[in-house]
């Protein structure tokens, strides 16, 4: 607790030196911890732990998500809050509501209907919504998350009810470093932003897009510590090319096409002002506030573009290329321990990638630079000859190459249809068939493990994997595009087809299959929510000032050693999504490590701090603190 009032401190400090003229609306608003021995009373049900100091009184305590506790208000608190009567006399505490809200979520009949019901109580009751999310994370993961998050945000215009996040829109450009001060609250430490453009493997669903960000961040507060407060789910609105919802009544966001080209990199260049104007990402003696941006669900090539430009400039990752390619690592890495092999074996495996897109390259970057940092391979062209990469056309080959230059690269959805840009050159294999499909390349090169980034359902045909299956004892299938009816395979059919012997992992969860002989055919989730809350964490608590790629090399090696051996031999990858706490903990002590030893903070570890400790003394949980309002101490 010491840290995060230290981390008070700083931050009140840095931001009264550089933001003066404050709108009068943020200081109302703001919220402020001190320690609770000062305050605690008798009656209130938790003490020695914090209180919230809070300008707000009466209803506003109870409409605010944030500070609200439903029927937990202590009377003490009724009375200083001015709330006394204004709910049932029974002051009922935190596990009975549990019991309340978990029941009424029981009794929604479909997994929409519980999305619906989960997102109105993180409005009206956020610690109660972080407490029930922690409790139940494995069932809930899969509703505010993929795959029911897909089909929330195909709906978003219809199941709309209240607003939560920024929406930054066309109709806003000249406007944006005003509006940032909209926003209730200083302290900001996460930011996650989409242009809605490709929205899982959903395509383009413009504003719609916005549940993305509410999801991720919801995992970055359950699974990561970091805390409700300081998080913005951000939309960027610039069009969208989604005929449907153009021409439908309800949509709510801008209904023009998307804007490309100068205007679309213009528009986020003012967005990121104006975030840095509020929220600086720069370490110097005096400004020591970060802001971690998290680029979401952009369509290639605007993802890598925006990755590049910023990348270097501010705090910032891209989750789909960079932590995906953690997690991918990891289950690679994890997959050979289950064949009775050694990590250090990575460089002498042959791997197909069906997806040329940001997911795959990125995904392929990552384990490229496992195996350069393993020193098996002498440079990274090796390293590029080990990974086959397909797009819609089949294999990238020869034909491919004549039809796109490095020039085009820039140039993005110009670039002439089944051209290469200079990521995906490297990975052009002129000594096969041009473009040959996948079933004649499995075939052809024998491949140990087969990744699906495509967003396509059933692209990995019977043939491919029986293919698979005859040429490994242990054949690793991991198709990895989400929503579950998207994803390359599904496991019923990894399983069947390969008689049980797959290693199998998916981006959205399926259910383990029992299989002929009576054996259960182990079922993985290898999603980005295992890598971007303790990547995000790590990068916070050591306030580091870039995400550099070695935090994600370290992290994929972080979670690749946390399965038992009895658990890979069982097809185990990685612990359930119900340890996500966990592994987020041990991935972002990794990330404060690297960041240390790559001088990219500032911040001074007291004598004797361990960081794990730091890490884990940082992490959020949900409890009902005790509140103060200002007026009661004067
Ligand atoms: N598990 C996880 O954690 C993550 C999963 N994903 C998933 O990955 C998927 C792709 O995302 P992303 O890379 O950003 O999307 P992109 O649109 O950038 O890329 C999709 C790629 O798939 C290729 N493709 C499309 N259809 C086929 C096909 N029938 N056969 C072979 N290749 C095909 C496209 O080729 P072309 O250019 O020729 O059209 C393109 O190269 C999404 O479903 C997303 O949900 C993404 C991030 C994380
Ligand atoms: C998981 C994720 O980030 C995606 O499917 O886009
Ligand atoms: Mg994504």
Redesign the pocket.
């Known amino acids: 607790m010491a840290f995060a009032t230290s981390r008070l401190l700083v931050r009140t400090r840095a931001h009264s030196a550089i933001m003066k003229n404050r709108n009068d609306s943020i200081i109302r608003a703001s919220t402020v911890l001190l320690k609770s021995q000062q305050f605690s009373t008798n009656n209130d049900p938790i003490r020695d732990k914090t209180v919230h100091m809070t300008s707000s009184r009466g209803v506003n305590v109870l409409h605010d998500p944030l500070l609200s506790k439903g029927t937990a208000f202590s009377i003490d608190e009724r009375e200083r809050l001015a709330i006394r009567g204004l709910v049932p006399p029974r002051c009922q505490e935190m596990d009975k509501q549990i019991l309340r809200v978990k029941h009424n979520l029981d009794i929604c009949e479909t997994p929409l209907s519980k999305f619906i019901f989960l997102a109105a109580l993180q409005d009206r009751n956020e610690t109660l919504f972080y407490k029930l999310l922690i409790e139940h994370l494995e069932e809930l993961a899969g509703i505010i998350y993929t795959p029911t998050v897909g089909l929330a945000s195909q709906r978003s215009h219809s199941i709309y009810r209240r607003p939560r996040g920024m929406y930054f829109s066309s109709q806003d450009r000249g406007n944006m470093s005003a509006m940032v001060y909209n926003w209730p609250q200083d302290e900001v430490d996460v930011i996650v932003v989409t242009d809605g453009s ?1 929205v ?2 959903l395509g383009d669903l413009g504003a719609n897009g916005m549940q993305i960000p509410i999801g991720k961040l919801s995992l970055y507060v359950a699974a990561g510590g970091i805390r409700p407060r300081a998080v913005l789910p951000v939309v960027l609105d610039v069009g969208t090319n989604n005929e449907a919802l153009l021409n439908d009544p309800l949509y709510l966001g801008m209904g023009h096409p998307r804007l490309e080209g100068d205007d679309y990199y213009a528009f986020v260049e003012e967005w990121i002002t104006a975030i840095m104007t509020r929220w600086p990402s720069n370490v110097s003696n005096i400004i020591t506030i970060h802001v971690l941006i998290q680029f979401e669900d952009f ?2 090539p605007h993802a890598y573009n925006l990755l590049n430009k910023y990348r270097d400039r501010i705090t910032c990752f891209n989750d ?1 290329i960079q932590s ?1 390619s953690a ?1 991918t690592l990891a289950g690679i890495l994890a997959s050979l321990k289950a064949r009775g092999l050694a990590q250090e074996d990575l460089s002498n495996e042959r791997i197909i990638c ?7 390259v990125g995904v392929c970057e990552g384990i490229i630079d496992c195996m350069v940092d393993q020193g098996k391979v002498k440079t990274r062209e090796e390293a590029y000859r080990r990974i086959y990469m ?4 089949g294999l990238l080959g020869n034909s491919a190459v004549s039809a796109g230059d490095k020039s085009r690269v820039m140039q993005g959805p110009e670039r002439p249809k089944g051209s290469l840009d200079e990521r995906q050159l490297c990975y052009v294999k002129s000594d096969l068939p041009d473009r040959m499909n996948l079933e004649d390349l499995i075939e052809e090169v024998k491949p140990t493990v087969l990744l699906g ?4 359902g059933g ?1 990995f045909s019977e043939k491919a994997i029986r293919t698979m299956a005859q040429h490994n004892e242990k054949p690793v299938i991991f198709p ?3 929503p579950d009816t ?1 994803a390359e395979c599904t496991a019923e059919q990894a399983f069947k087809w390969t008689d049980g012997k797959a290693i199998f992992a998916s ?1 959205s969860p399926f259910k383990d299959v029992k299989l002929p002989n009576g054996k259960i055919g182990r079922t993985n989730q ?3 929510s295992y890598s971007f809350p303790g990547i995000g964490l790590g990068v916070v608590t050591s306030k580091a000032s870039r995400v550099s790629p070695e935090m994600f090399l370290e992290a994929a090696k972080a979670i690749a050693d946390i399965a038992t051996p009895s658990q890979l031999k069982e097809g185990i990858l990685f612990p359930g999504v119900s340890q996500l706490r966990h592994v987020s903990n041990k991935v972002a002590t990794r990330v404060c490590e690297v960041a240390y030893q790559q001088g990219l903070t500032t911040k001074k570890l007291k004598e004797g701090e361990v960081l794990a400790d730091l890490v884990r003394d940082s992490m959020y949980d949900p409890e009902y603190v005790p509140l103060v309002n200002h007026h009661h101490m004067a």
């Open positions: 490709r899982l493997g369509k290639y789909d995906t997690i069906v997806g040329a897109g940001s997911a795959g397909l797009d819609q056309n980034l495509t967003g396509i692209v990895l595009s989400n998207h981006g290898c999603n980005n």
